[in-house]
């Protein structure tokens, strides 16, 4: 199922780069994401979980999306299935750092048989 959610990421990922969002609250676009994949929680703790994974990721504290995922998943509330992670991580590269959205093409690689 991992491997699904991840190829379907990257795809996705890709489509996302660059779609124009003029004056959209990129924080508020994210909460949106989120509730489409049954992630709740407060706003504005969701955003800073995503902004804690970019920084992780840019200063390379994770070396990849598998890592951003276990980081994720342990910070989300009981219960997250390792899915959200996934879908937590897929929403928030292209939102709050639309540079490191080849992490996720290389996690979608790397879990192809």
Known sequence: ???????????SAGLLVGAPVAGADPDEAFAEQLHTYGIYGQ???????????R?????????????????VHDQLIKGTTTDQAWQFVGAGIPIYCPDQVFVLQNAADRSEP
């Open 1 to 11: 199922m991992i491997r699904a959610v991840v190829a379907a990421l990257a795809v």
């Open 43 to 53: 706003k504005d703790f969701n955003a800073w979980i995503g902004k804690i994974m």
């Open 55 to 71: 920084k992780r990721l840019r200063n390379g504290h994770d070396a990849d999306a598998f890592a951003s995922a276990k980081f």
